[in-house]
């Protein structure tokens, strides 16, 4: 049963989510020929306060930058 794991910044829209999944689904089943109902795709979203790069938030990051 492969599992696919993907972590993102929180705030895509539940359509794109959905389409990463179906997107994922079909990579894995294509390339590993695993059947699309043992294929797992968990998505963890981070809020950007909670994600850093060199001592600085995406939060930080984007304030900066706008």
């Keep these: 049963m492969p599992l696919v794991q993907v972590t993102l910044r929180e705030g895509r829209?539940?359509?794109q989510l959905r389409a990463l999944i179906?997107?994922?689904?079909?990579?894995v089943?294509?390339?590993?020929g695993a059947p699309k109902e043992a294929v797992r795709v968990i998505i963890s979203e981070v809020p950007p306060t909670h994600w850093a790069a060199g001592d600085v938030t995406l939060?930080?990051?984007t304030q900066a930058d706008g």
């Design 13 to 15: 829209s539940p359509e």
């Design 22 to 27: 179906s997107a994922l689904t079909t990579a």
């Design 29 to 32: 089943t294509s390339t590993v």
């Design 59 to 61: 939060a930080e990051r």
